[in-house]
């Protein structure tokens, strides 16, 4: 019996290094990932982080977002993910303070969506302050709040600090993503959406068990 025993350990063992090393075969360092010159503090160190770096004015960001969308219903809850809107598109930077307006008042979950329909799907241009705050309103933010929140110190500071990080992890365009601050997912070398969310997964996992 004892024999037996040891035996079922031994193939599971075995088992689960195959599966290990299948998984470590697939998904290669400078192909599938880079790891990162300098590594970056993370929001919650107690989860591993995972940082999509968009823009609403980024036609493949909207394209890409009921698969997020999707994979946050069923991502593993060690992972904590966090959202970083990038300056450097054409008229990124009043969406990227739009962003941290409803970060702000709480209101991502009933405003991210819709505002990247109004500029995709219903082709709104909501590209400027005036025009965001009327969005806004559909919502019940009054014009004056979104306007002081738009240009408060506290945005300010978030969209400067979005920029740095974007310019520290050398984001090379959107959707993008860095898990834990260590590595960037090299988006162009994966063949399907799927392999994205596997890449991620890999890397985050890699990182809770200090693989």
Same mark, same amino acid.
């Given at each position: 019996m004892l024999r037996f025993v040891t035996a079922l350990l031994m193939s599971l063992g075995l088992a689960t290094a195959a599966v290990a090393a299948e998984e470590h075969a697939r998904f290669a360092v400078d192909t599938h990932y880079k790891i990162l010159d300098v590594p970056g $503090?993370?929001?919650? &160190?107690?989860?591993? #982080?995972? =940082? #999509?770096?968009?823009s609403y004015a980024c036609p493949h960001c909207y394209s890409l977002e009921p698969a997020i969308d999707a994979w946050l219903e069923s991502k593993p809850d060690f992972i904590d993910y966090v959202r970083t809107p990038v300056l450097f598109l054409r008229n990124a930077e009043p969406l990227a303070r739009a962003y941290y307006v409803e970060e702000t008042l709480g209101l991502t979950e009933e405003i991210h969506a819709p505002l990247f329909d109004a500029i995709h799907k219903h082709r709104? &241009?909501?590209? $400027?302050?005036?025009? @965001?705050?009327n969005f806004f =309103?559909?919502?019940?933010v009054d014009p004056d709040k979104f306007n =002081? @929140?738009?240009?408060?110190?506290?945005?300010? !500071?978030?969209?400067?600090?979005a920029e740095a990080l974007?310019?520290?992890?050398?984001? &090379?365009g959107v959707p993008n993503f860095v898990v834990n601050g260590k590595y960037l997912v090299l =988006? #162009? $070398? @994966?063949?399907? !959406?799927? #392999?994205l969310f596997e890449v991620i997964e890999y890397l985050a996992n890699k990182e809770k068990t200090g693989g």
């Open positions: $503090n993370v929001s919650d &160190p107690s989860k591993v #982080e995972v =940082r #999509e770096f968009f709104e &241009p909501l590209f $400027n302050e005036p025009a @965001l705050a =309103r559909k919502y019940g =002081r @929140l738009y240009s408060s110190f506290g945005v300010s !500071t978030k969209v400067r600090q974007t310019k520290e992890y050398k984001i &090379p =988006r #162009e $070398n @994966l063949k399907t !959406t799927d #392999e």
